[in-house]
C-alpha cells in the first residue's frame, strides 16, 4: 500500500531488540579470545562448546559494563539478577540453550532521547522523541552460520552448511524498547535515529567497536499497525539481524506497507521473523515467530546471582562520559556551526576527529571543511571510516597552518591532502615533494595579469563598466598561467587595480 494511504488508516507501531557485543578481552562464561576474524573454531574451548561437565564463569567486566549501559539509558539496575536458560536447537548453539536473562535482567525501566530532523527539511531543527526502555539485559552470541551453494545465502536451497563457533559465548547486551507510538510517518526516521543513538552512545562508554557491518551491532524491527483511534495492537513481526542504519529504517517502512497491503487484502498478518534483503529493499518470510513460552525458561543453575552492590553501582555510575547528545550540542556552540553543518559532522562521522584536530590548533571551520569534504568523500569512496583514512588531526592542523600562512591556496592543500592519504608523508613532506608552494613574486604574478587582461578586452571592458564579478572568469586564467601557484585573492586585487575598478 503506498506509505501516505496506510498513515490515514494505521498507526504503526515499532519495537527495537538491539543487541550489542561488547568488546571484553574474553567471552561472557569462558576465557576465549573475542578477536574479530580469527580463523574459524580457533577461539573455542569446552565451555563455549556445550561439553558435557564444563562449567561457566561470569565475565565481570561484562557486568560491569552492563551496569554502566543501563545506566546511561536511565535505568534502574537490579538489586539482584540471575541468568536462565533459552532453549532451543540450532546448529549455532552448541548446547542447544543460550545463557540469557529473563524475567530478571540486570537493568529495566529506563529511556532515552533521539532527535529526528524536522520534517521542514530545512535540517536547522531538530524534533525530540522519548523512547522507553523496557529492558537491558546481559546474554552470549551464538554461532556463526554459512549456507554454501544456492542464490540467497540462507539455508533453503543451500548446498551444505558451515559453523564457526568463534562467535558463540561472546558477551552481549539486548536493549529492548518498548512498543514506540505516536511517531507516525516518521516511525521509520525514529527507529533509525534510536539506533543511530544508540550506537554513539555505546561508542562513549567504550564497550563496543559497534561495527553495525561486522555484527557487532545488531537491530531486530519489530512492527505492526493498529487501526486509527483503536488501542489494541496488530499482529507484529519481525525482521532480523539489520545491519545498518539505513537498512534500519528501510525495513521499517517495507514492513509498514506490507503489513498495510496484507490487512486491506482481508487478510491476518502472520507473527514471523523476516529477512532483510538489501539489495532489493524488500523483507522474506523466515520461521514463526517464538513467544517466551516457547523457549522453555528456567534459571541457570550453573551459575550464581548477579547481585551488584549500591557502592559499585555509584562508582560505575561516576564513570559515565558526557551524554553523546549534549556534547554535541556543547561543541556545536564552542565552534559556531548551524545544525546543518553539525549534522554533516555527524553523519561524516568526524565529531572527535574534528574535536582533536581544533584541539591541534586548527579552526573550526577549517577542521569542518577538510574532514567533512575532501576527506569524507574518500573514505565514502574507499568505503572506510573516515578515521581510517591515515590522516591525523595534527596532519589536519598543519595543513590548516601552511594556508593560514600563505604557502598553499585550497586547491594545492587538495592536492596535498591527496598526498597525505596515498601515504606520502606529512602535510609539509607532501608540499616540499611535490613542489607546492604560492608565488610570492608579485612582479610574476602582475605580468601574468596583465597578459590575461590583454587577451580578454571583452571581459576586461565589463569590469570597467561595474561588472565586477565578471573577474572571475579572468581569475581562473591567471591561475591557470601561474600553474595553480598563485593567491586568487591577490590575483582578484591585481585584476581590479590593473583595470581601475575599485573592489
Known amino acids: 500500500m503506498p506509505y501516505e494511504e496506510l498513515l490515514t488508516r494505521y498507526e504503526p507501531v515499532v519495537g527495537l531488540e538491539v543487541h550489542v557485543e561488547l568488546s571484553t578481552a574474553t567471552k561472557m562464561f569462558c576465557g576465549c579470545a573475542t578477536g574479530f576474524g580469527a580463523e574459524p573454531n580457533t577461539q573455542t574451548c569446552p565451555v563455549c562448546l556445550g561439553m558435557p561437565g564444563a562449567l561457566p564463569v561470569v565475565n565481570a567486566t561484562a557486568v560491569e559494563s552492563a551496569v554502566r549501559i543501563g545506566l546511561a539509558l536511565n535505568c534502574r539496575i537490579a538489586e539482584w539478577c540471575r541468568f536462565a536458560r533459552k532453549n532451543y536447537f540450532y546448529p549455532d548453539m552448541p548446547k542447544n540453550f543460550q545463557t540469557s536473562q529473563y524475567d530478571e535482567p540486570i537493568a529495566f525501566d529506563g529511556w532515552i532521547d533521539v532527535e529526528v530532523p524536522a520534517a521542514d527539511g530545512s535540517g536547522e531543527t531538530s524534533e525530540v522523541f522519548r523512547v522507553e526502555i523496557e529492558r537491558a539485559h546481559m546474554e552470549e552470541d551464538t554461532g556463526k552460520s554459512t549456507h554454501v551453494g544456492g542464490s540467497t545465502g540462507r539455508i533453503h536451497g543451500a548446498d551444505y552448511s558451515v559453523v564457526d563457533y568463534n562467535r558463540a559465548g561472546i558477551p552481549l547486551i539486548e536493549i529492548v524498547t518498548r512498543p514506540i507510538t505516536g511517531a507516525g510517518e516518521r ?15 555505546m561508542r562513549a562508554l567504550d564497550v563496543s567497536d559497534v561495527k553495525m557491518e561486522q555484527g557487532s551491532m545488531r537491530c531486530d524491527a519489530n ?16 525482521t532480523k539481524n539489520v545491519n545498518s542504519l539505513r537498512s534500519v529504517e528501510r525495513a521499517v517502512r517495507y514492513e509498514m506497507t506490507r503489513h498495510a497491503a496484507v490487512l486491506d487484502a482481508g487478510e491476518a498478518v502472520f507473527q514471523e521473523t523476516r529477512h532483510w534483503h538489501e539489495d532489493t529493499g ?21 551459575l550464581v546471582p548477579v547481585a551488584p552492590s549500591r557502592e559499585d553501582v555509584e562508582r560505575l555510575r561516576a564513570t559515565l562520559p558526557e551524554n553523546p547528545a549534549d556534547r ?68 589536519v592542523a598543519e595543513l590548516d597552518g601552511l594556508v593560514a600562512s600563505g604557502r598553499l591556496n ?53 569590469i570597467r563598466g561595474g561588472k565586477v564579478q565578471a573577474a572571475g572568469a579572468l581569475i581562473g586564467q591567471v591561475m591557470k598561467e601561474m600553474r595553480g601557484q598563485a593567491d586568487a585573492a591577490k590575483a582578484r586585487e591585481l585584476i581590479l587595480t590593473t583595470l581601475g575598478v575599485e573592489g
Not at 521509520?188 to 544508540?198: D, F, H, I, K, T
Not at 554535541?328 to 572527535?352: F, I, K, T
Open 328 to 395: 554535541r550540542r556543547r561543541l556545536q556552540g564552542d565552534w559556531g556551526y548551524s545544525d546543518l553543518e553539525m549534522r554533516d559532522v555527524v553523519n561524516a562521522g568526524a565529531v572527535e576527529v574534528i574535536e582533536e584536530t581544533v584541539a591541534a590548533g586548527a579552526s573550526p571551520a577549517a577542521a569542518r571543511k577538510w574532514w567533512t569534504g575532501v576527506l569524507a568523500r574518500q573514505a565514502n569512496t574507499d568505503g572506510v571510516a573516515v578515521t581510517d583514512l591515515g590522516v591525523t588531526p595534527a596532519h
Open 223 to 238: 512492527v505492526s499497525l493498529m487501526p486509527t483511534g483503536s488501542s489494541t495492537l496488530g499482529t507484529r513481526t519481525e
Open 187 to 201: 516511525a521509520p526516521e525514529v527507529a533509525r535515529a534510536y539506533v543511530s543513538a544508540l550506537r554513539d552512545l
Open 410 to 462: 585550497d586547491s594545492m592543500a587538495r592536492q596535498v591532502l591527496e598526498g597525505v592519504v596515498a601515504g606520502e608523508g606529512t602535510p609539509t613532506e607532501v608540499a616540499d615533494a611535490r613542489g607546492l608552494e604560492l608565488v610570492q613574486d608579485d612582479g610574476a604574478l602582475q605580468a601574468a595579469v596583465d597578459k590575461v587582461v590583454a587577451a580578454n578586452p571583452d571581459v576586461a571592458e565589463k
Open 282 to 302: 524488500i523483507t522474506t518470510a523466515g520461521r514463526p515467530k517464538s513467544d517466551a513460552d516457547d523457549y522453555r525458561y528456567f534459571p541457570e543453575p550453573d
